[in-house]
Every structure is written in structure tokens, then in C-alpha cells.
């Protein structure tokens, strides 16, 4: 297409024509889709999982307090939802405690709600990736007494990498996960093939995904956010076409584009 005072043609946009599954709401959501519009997508915002309080409240309020006192000296936090339950909690993490952040959307969270960061894996946005990276962090110091805050459903791999490494570890369910039905429009326009690409960003999404939507159609792109995330779907039954380089949105939109651009 060439406009009329004959300019070089206008480049079709990556995702013009895919409508693209968005499995979370918020500002999340919000921000994924904004930037599949850029790239000419019709994101579908269909929220699968939701977050709930945990079901031990007066545990986790116990465990903030004597954060608040200074009996840790780090803790670690392995999502964003954690930073909204530490916000909601007023939790006050003291000088005196450090803060590791399993990537950087973590960290970001941390630092929009006025939390300090002081690790951030550099490669591997993953706790793997931060078990590598802790012993360099902390000059290896043993035992240090670290609080870790997690959702009910996740495996407990930072906590036991700490503890085989000597550190006395204490682990606190902050939140738990739960499943939210998608519309039913948006389950027949899977099932009919109308929706081009999936985005999965994590096990729980992965594990409503199949069991809402699957089996999903072979036309159909199933994209996650990184290699934990894929051995997860394909515990839960669910293909994994293509995984994003780096544990964040705009890789895992990355992973989209290129995927469209084979395709053609």
C-alpha cells in the first residue's frame, strides 16, 4: 500500500490478522495487549487464574512481623503477586534484610511498591537461575536465615536449594492460585480455530488452558514464557510450540512474532 504522495510502501505490522490469547487481566494483561496492538494483533484478554488469600492468614501475619523485626537477614520473592500480598499486608522489610527477586517483573513489582531489590538473576530469570547466582551474591556466607514467600502451588525448588546449601530456610504460603472460567465465546473460537496464538505464562495458566481449551487446535500457536513454564503444559498434557528467550512479555511476544514470520 503506498500512500498518496507516493511514499515507500507501508510494511504490514507482525501480528496483522492473529488474534492472540492473553490468559491474565490487570495491569499485566493491560500492558500485553497494548503491545500486541503495536504489532497489528487483536489481543483476546481472558483471565484463566485468579489469586486468592492464603488459607493459613494468621502464618503468614506471624512470619511479616518478625520480618518487620529484623529476623531475617534475606528473603526472596518469586512473583509479583507476592510484592501485591506484601502490599497489601503493609509488610516492612528493615534495612537490615535483603531482598532477592527471581526476575526482573518481580523486581519491578518490588520496586513500584516501594521495596528495595538487592538480586536479580543476570541470565536466568528462574529460581534456578537464582541458586546459581546466590552463593556469589551473598560472598558465601552460611547459614543465613532467609524467609521465602510463595504461592501454595509452587515447588518448593528455592527452598530446598537453600537448605542443601546450608541456610535456615523458612517457607510461608502468601497466596494460592485458583482457576477462572473463560467465556464461553472464547472457548468456541479456540475449539473453531479463530484464535491464532495462546500466550502461557506459567504452570497454573498452562494446567487451565488444556482444561478449558485444549486439545488445542494444531493451527493454533501455544507460546510460554520459558522452559519451566513448558515442562509444566506438557506435564498437564499441553503442546508447547515455541518458548520465550527470556522470562518476560516482550520476549515471549518476541517468540510470537518470529513464530508469524516462519509461518509466512
Same mark, same amino acid.
Given at each position: 500500500?503506498?500512500?498518496?504522495?507516493?511514499?515507500?510502501?507501508?510494511?504490514?505490522?507482525?501480528?496483522?490478522?492473529?488474534?492472540?490469547?492473553v490468559p491474565r487481566g490487570g495491569p499485566w494483561g493491560d500492558s500485553v495487549a497494548a503491545d500486541l496492538r503495536a504489532k497489528?494483533?487483536s489481543p483476546v484478554v481472558a483471565a484463566m487464574i485468579n489469586f486468592a488469600p492464603t488459607a493459613d492468614a494468621p502464618a503468614?501475619?506471624?512470619?511479616?512481623?518478625?520480618?518487620?523485626?529484623?529476623?531475617?537477614?534475606?528473603?526472596?520473592?518469586?512473583?509479583?503477586?507476592?510484592?501485591?500480598?506484601?502490599?497489601?499486608?503493609?509488610?516492612?522489610?528493615?534495612?537490615?534484610?535483603?531482598?532477592?527477586?527471581?526476575?526482573?517483573?518481580?523486581?519491578?513489582?518490588?520496586?513500584?511498591?516501594?521495596?528495595?531489590?538487592?538480586?536479580?538473576?543476570?541470565?536466568?530469570?528462574?529460581?534456578?537461575?537464582?541458586?546459581?547466582?546466590?552463593?556469589?551474591?551473598?560472598?558465601?556466607?552460611?547459614?543465613?536465615?532467609?524467609?521465602?514467600?510463595? =504461592?501454595?502451588? /509452587?515447588?518448593? @525448588?528455592?527452598?530446598?536449594? #537453600?537448605?542443601?546449601? !546450608?541456610?535456615?530456610? &523458612?517457607? *510461608?504460603?502468601?497466596?494460592?492460585?485458583?482457576?477462572?472460567?473463560?467465556?464461553?465465546?472464547?472457548? =468456541?473460537?479456540? /475449539?473453531?480455530? @479463530?484464535?491464532?496464538?495462546? #500466550?502461557?505464562?506459567? !504452570?497454573?495458566?498452562? &494446567?487451565? *488452558?488444556?482444561?478449558?481449551?485444549?486439545?488445542?487446535?494444531?493451527?493454533?500457536?501455544?507460546?510460554?514464557?520459558?522452559?519451566?513454564?513448558?515442562?509444566?503444559?506438557?506435564?498437564?498434557?499441553?503442546?508447547?510450540?515455541?518458548?520465550?528467550?527470556?522470562?518476560?512479555?516482550?520476549?515471549?511476544?518476541?517468540?510470537?512474532?518470529?513464530?508469524?514470520?516462519?509461518?509466512?
Open positions: 500500500m503506498t500512500t498518496s504522495t507516493g511514499s515507500t510502501p507501508t510494511a504490514p505490522k507482525p501480528l496483522a490478522g492473529w488474534r492472540v490469547l497489528g494483533a503468614l501475619e506471624a512470619v511479616l512481623a518478625r520480618l518487620a523485626e529484623g529476623e531475617f537477614d534475606w528473603m526472596t520473592v518469586t512473583s509479583a503477586t507476592t510484592v501485591d500480598v506484601l502490599s497489601a499486608q503493609r509488610a516492612v522489610v528493615p534495612a537490615s534484610t535483603r531482598v532477592a527477586a527471581v526476575g526482573e517483573t518481580t523486581a519491578a513489582a518490588l520496586v513500584a511498591a516501594g521495596y528495595k531489590v538487592d538480586l536479580v538473576p543476570s541470565e536466568d530469570n528462574s529460581a534456578r537461575g537464582l541458586l546459581e547466582e546466590w552463593e556469589t551474591a551473598t560472598a558465601g556466607v552460611v547459614p543465613l536465615r532467609v524467609l521465602t514467600l510463595r =504461592s501454595e502451588i /509452587a515447588k518448593p @525448588l528455592l527452598t530446598e536449594g #537453600l537448605k542443601r546449601i !546450608g541456610h535456615e530456610v &523458612e517457607s *510461608v504460603v502468601a497466596y494460592r492460585t485458583i482457576g477462572v472460567s473463560v467465556p464461553e465465546n472464547v472457548v =468456541s473460537d479456540v /475449539a473453531d480455530g @479463530l484464535v491464532q496464538a495462546i #500466550l502461557v505464562t506459567s !504452570g497454573s495458566v498452562a &494446567e487451565q *488452558v488444556q482444561k478449558q481449551l485444549g486439545p488445542i487446535p494444531e493451527g493454533t500457536l501455544v507460546a510460554a514464557i520459558g522452559p519451566q513454564t513448558a515442562r509444566d503444559a506438557q506435564s498437564f498434557g499441553l503442546r508447547v510450540d515455541v518458548i520465550a528467550e527470556e522470562r518476560t512479555a516482550a520476549s515471549l511476544i518476541a517468540a510470537v512474532v518470529d513464530a508469524a514470520a516462519a509461518r509466512r
